[in-house]
């Protein structure tokens, strides 16, 4: 296994991490209904600084009963209070959960687990939130919601399973898949069902909406990827299709992931990258395909090109995320180890072999450009600098950092290039 730069482990396997604002990790996971002592736990982590160095130091955590929540998204309401919502999957459920700022050492400073109307056991103050410097904040957590997004009858444990969860770019939309096949679209924050279709025979594996909010791609389990309209479910794009799916990927592969891009320099064009697993296990090494498509529109006619087609590392991905800035994506795989990508051109920058002894089951990004009062800005204070956090069922939340590629592209070699002959042409005609 592979050092990490931080890490800190946990009384429960992570299904889920999130990087939230500024200053926090929010990890989720837990034992499930089973009896068998693991809690079913959303823990909070900051970077605590000392005279020894940062390390991750655990801030509070909100008790989930017998649910444990296997994915998780985030909005962000007021940055600068702490105040943003967390959508949890729990089961056939969405818990929503709404958060803000509290100092740990103020002498008035509420529970930093699970607040509720009444006290109980688990609304004291923890043990691990005592003896933090002054100023250090962790987030205060108010459950707002609980409502059903599944409806299946046969799902992972013989019932409803949501399987992902996604806000809209503007947060006015909430989008859930799971077991059911379906992916449902809820208003937000009325969580009022706006539209529901039923895409996929199988489960929803994954899916993601445009940044313009008009398109949405679901991965089924059965390794289908459809693009649809989000204003009235209509199919725009089936990219297993003879004439969609790129002639560079192999046959026995099948779609599992899928992220939209943000990028406003492409006006009305959507970027999507893919990424595609071997049908069948292998005991030899097997790559896995990247796929860069380009979406937009050719006069009223929605279409959708295959860019470009790259394989990335010899493991099966089990998890995806990509960074805030949309240049660089993030891979865990079935063996434990963490790659790192360029969205422009799908190379890979960096692999950690290994850095868990089992499976990645999530990852996120730090912020690329943390502000100097971010908790995380000791870390990437070099700008050239990006990190990942990523956890696994080895209980276990790590973060890796690197630095970022400084190579140039081509059409900014080509000013370069430009540059320098104009200053060379001026100095042998004038001076």
């Known amino acids: 296994m592979c050092e990490a730069e931080l890490f800190v482990s946990t009384s429960f396997p ?17 034992g499930g209904q089973a ?6 736990r959303v823990e909070v982590f900051g970077i605590d600084l000392n005279s020894t160095g940062p390390k991750l130091a655990k801030m509070g955590h909100l008790n989930t009963d017998s649910r444990a929540t296997m994915n998780m998204d985030v909005l962000a309401l007021n940055t600068r209070n702490g105040e ?19 100092n740990l050492n103020s002498p008035n400073a509420p529970d930093v687990s699970f607040h509720r109307p009444h006290r109980s056991r688990n609304n004291s103050l923890n043990d691990d939130t005592k003896g933090r410097n002054a100023g250090t904040f962790s987030l205060k957590m108010d459950a707002v919601q609980l409502f059903q997004t599944d409806f299946s009858s046969d799902g992972r444990g013989g019932g409803p399973f949501q399987k992902v969860v996604r806000f809209s770019p503007t947060g006015q ?13 809820w208003q937000y924050p009325t969580v009022r069902l706006k ?14 909406i445009s940044s313009d909010e008009t398109v949405v791609v679901t991965v089924g389990r059965n390794g289908t990827c459809y693009l649809w309209r989000i204003n009235d479910a209509s199919k725009v794009a089936d990219l297993n299709a003879v004439g969609t799916k790129p002639t560079l990927l192999p046959e026995k592969y099948r779609y599992r992931f899928a992220r939209f891009l943000k990028d406003k320099r492409l006006n009305l064009h959507q970027v999507l990258i893919t990424c595609s697993v071997p049908v069948a296990r292998s005991t030899k090494m097997q790559p896995c395909f990247l796929t860069k498509w380009l979406i937009g529109y050719s006069g009223s006619t929605l279409f959708c090109r295959a860019e470009s087609v790259r394989a990335c590392g010899n493991e099966v991905i089990s998890t995806m995320a990509v960074s805030d800035c949309s240049q660089y994506l993030a891979f865990g795989t079935l063996g434990g180890s963490l790659i790192v990508c360029k969205s422009e051109n799908l190379n890979t920058q960096k692999i950690w072999k290994q850095a868990h002894s089992i499976f990645v ?39 890796h950092t690197m630095e970022s590629s400084n190579q140039c592209s081509w059409s900014q070699l080509f000013l370069i290039l430009t540059a320098l002959l104009n200053v060379a042409y001026f100095f042998m005609k004038f001076c």
């Not at 009896?35 to 079913?40: F, L």
């Not at 943003?84 to 509290?102: K, R």
């Not at 939309?173 to 679209?185: E, M, P, S």
């Not at 539209?195 to 993601?208: F, G, R, S, T, V």
Request: charged residues 15%; aromatic residues 8%; glycine residues 8%.
């Open 173 to 185: 939309l909430l989008l859930t898949g799971g077991a059911d096949g379906h992916f449902r679209v």
């Open 195 to 208: 539209l529901d279709h039923n895409a996929h025979k199988d489960e929803i594996d994954d899916l993601d």
């Open 361 to 399: 089951t999530s990852l996120d990004f730090l912020p690329t450009n943390p502000p100097r009062h971010s908790s995380f800005y000791p870390l990437l204070s070099n700008k050239s600098n990006l990190a990942i956090v990523s956890v696994s069922a080895d209980n276990l939340c790590q973060i």
């Open 35 to 40: 009896k068998s002592g693991v809690p079913n």
């Open 84 to 102: 943003f919502i967390l959508a949890l999957g729990q089961e056939g459920c969405c818990q929503l959960v709404q958060t803000s700022y509290w």
């Open 14 to 30: 992570m299904y889920s991490v999130r990087v939230v604002g500024d200053h926090h990790i929010v990890v989720a996971g837990g």
